[in-house]
């Protein structure tokens, strides 16, 4: 099949969760013989702090990194070229308005066109995600039930589908363990305020209290927020590529999951891609709480759940204590990936709603 994608940025990972998906599907794509074009924004907001912060060598190291990857970098589009000849369409929700009504109304009438989700703000900011229209699109691929459902009670889209988040696994797997290990390593951004007492309770707290060999990654930390990681003990190291992930893990005992608020309060059973990339490099997890209500996961043997930051600091120690418990969460979570939650089972599902769609086999 001839399928395009619109998206914010393949290239950049900064503060841009969903190119680590993006990632994975289109390379499982292409492993399967599909003919695949990725569109993306010059001047994606995600690109251009990666370039203000790293300069071009962070572009030519994902060139070199992902070399089966590329993406068409537009100022303007030429709607019915990007769109000829195409079977499926998909496009991002960190897409203008403009763009994604442009493309409903110049889809090509045999191709199926559908709206991916993977974001909080149908919850959170409903106006600004009412202003797309979808009358032009098949449907919508959520990230999760919740999100679903809203599309669908509001009269957003005709039909939705839930699309959970996957790790790649061609990039996300085990390596060989580092001889002389940190404790805890936790990798993430700051959030805008949705998670800084979290933070505060699950990891500088706990960190702090059982004197451990901590780092954090990640970017948009304020002063504040870097004074107070320092004061805790903990090493603040910045922006990671994210297939250098792996490596990460490799170098420590334990890391954790802090989800932000919107998703703890208000979009139970979204976990976010950072604790399928955790499981599927076989490190043991530690999460805050958040609602399992989807059941993909099994808590407790895939991962330890803390309700508190006291709950936190005992797990953390127990797993760092007690090599066969996390040995043995971290093998159960590793299969856990390995038989549900990769970027090929996602792509077996979204094939298998194109032929929902169209009666057709992709």
């Known amino acids: 099949m001839r399928i395009v994608l619109f998206y914010h940025s393949l290239i950049s990972d900064w503060n841009h969760g969903n190119a680590h998906f993006l990632r994975g599907i289109a390379t499982e794509l292409l492993k399967r013989g599909h003919d695949l074009q990725i569109f993306e924004p010059l001047d994606s907001w995600s690109l251009k702090n990666l370039v203000n912060d790293h300069g071009t060598a962070a572009i030519d190291r994902f060139h070199e990194r992902y070399s089966h990857l590329s993406s068409t970098r537009y100022d303007r589009l030429d709607f019915p070229s990007a769109l000829k000849n195409a079977d499926l369409v998909l496009v991002h929700e960190w897409n203008s308005p403009e763009l ?20 909080h703000r149908a919850v959170t900011c409903p106006e600004a995600m009412a202003d797309y229209d979808l009358s032009g699109y098949d449907g919508v691929l959520a990230f999760g039930n919740v999100i679903r459902e809203i599309y669908l009670q509001r009269g957003w889209a005709r039909r939705a589908w839930t699309w959970h988040e996957a790790a790649d696994t061609s990039v996300f797997h085990p390596l060989p363990r580092n001889d002389n290990p940190g404790d805890l390593v936790w990798i993430g951004n700051w959030g805008d305020d949705e998670r800084t007492s979290e933070l505060e309770e699950f990891l500088i707290r706990p960190v702090k209290q059982l004197g451990l060999n901590a780092c954090v990654y990640g970017v948009r930390y304020p002063r504040k927020a870097k004074e107070r990681l320092a004061q805790a003990g903990i090493e603040y190291r910045g922006w990671l590529p994210n297939d250098t992930v792996p490596e990460i893990f490799s170098q420590f005992k334990a890391t954790i999951h802090i989800p932000r608020r919107p998703y703890v309060i208000s979009l139970p059973g979204i976990p976010t891609i950072r604790p399928f990339e955790a499981m ?3 490190i043991p997890l530690v999460s805050a709480p958040w609602t399992d209500s989807e059941q993909m996961f099994t808590a407790g043997s895939d991962f330890l759940v803390a309700a508190d930051g006291g709950e936190m600091a005992a797990h953390l120690a127990t797993i760092l204590n007690d090599p066969a418990t996390a040995n043995r969460l971290a093998s159960h979570g590793l299969n856990t990936i390995r038989e549900r939650h990769t970027c090929a089972h996602r792509i077996d599902e979204l094939l298998g709603i194109y032929q929902e769609i169209t009666g057709i086999y992709g």
């Open 100 to 119: 994604v009504r442009c493309i409903g109304e110049h889809r090509p009438s045999n191709s199926v066109l559908l709206f991916h989700d993977t974001h």
């Open 280 to 282: 599927a490099c076989g």
